[in-house]
């Protein structure tokens, strides 16, 4: 569009408007996805053995349903207490009503979202693909925090991603080829698959979940193929350190299981932005060529 040619702030200034918008509804969904596929697999369960007379979940939640409330006194929070970043500096990070501490991660994920959007935006500038990253970004944030909480990877996420990133390229959107993109999805589900099967047979253990294998398989579709290397080394890398240092500090030992989507997702996002850097990099530092 040619307003964002006279005006080269504007895309980054809105991106960023509208990841601290995002960033609201993302916290929302981060903490109501895994209660809502809970209710799910509960109401499954009750219907099908009715035998363990198991009492199917009450109420209705949704997304949207019922309104945001305060963690402490369940009282609904108002609209001009709901502004992101901003309601919680106001009111000083405590709840309007009853005055308890309200979590800090709130205004950090609205924070992380609006400033990872305003990058994406300076980096890559307008376009249609650049929009489409911004969705990208805005499921790896949502998945990176659900997985830390729950130690899942819903297929809500993932698989969505997956099909958006074989799409873009079938519709020539991405500059990613169809064929790299479904060899890219097809490779980075094998891989991990592969590596699973591989230890439990060696050792009787589960060393990762399938929604690990799904989020691979989402990252190749969009990155391609080739970017699949550097992704597997760049998480493992950086899941090994701070893996570490979280057993660590929660005192818990080496043997203990922690969720690695975060990393596959923080890997695959630096591969989006500098992916081929690190490619060419990589081939001429180190391997010499």
Known sequence: MDIFNYYPWLFP????LLGLIIGSFLNVVIYRLPQIM?????????????????????GTLTLSTPRS?????????????????????????KCAHCRQS???????????????????????GF????????????????????????????????????????????FGVSPVSLQSAVIGAIAGYLCLWSVYWLFKLLTGKEGMGYGDFKLLA????????QQLPVIILLSSVIGLIFGLIQLRLQKRGIDKAFPFGPYLALSGWLCMIYGQSIIAWYLHSVLGW
């Open 102 to 124: 309200i979590s800090a991660r709130y205004p950090l994920i609205e924070l992380l979202t609006a400033l990872s959007s305003g990058f994406i935006a300076l980096q890559l």
């Open 69 to 93: 409330t305060c963690p402490h006194c369940q009282t609904p929070i108002r609209i001009r207490d709901n502004v992101p970043l901003l309601s919680w500096l106001l009111l000083r990070g």
């Open 127 to 170: 376009s249609v693909y650049s929009i489409a990253l911004l969705g990208f970004t805005y499921v790896l944030i949502a998945a990176t925090f659900i997985d830390s909480d729950t130690m899942l990877l819903p297929d809500q996420l993932t698989l969505p991603l997956m099909w958006a990133g074989i799409s873009l390229a079938l």
């Open 218 to 225: 989402a990252l190749g579709a969009w990155l391609g193929w």
């Open 13 to 16: 200034a809105l991106a960023t």
């Open 38 to 58: 809970e209710r799910e697999w509960r109401q499954e369960c009750a219907e099908s053995f009715p035998e363990y007379g198991i009492d199917p979940p009450q």
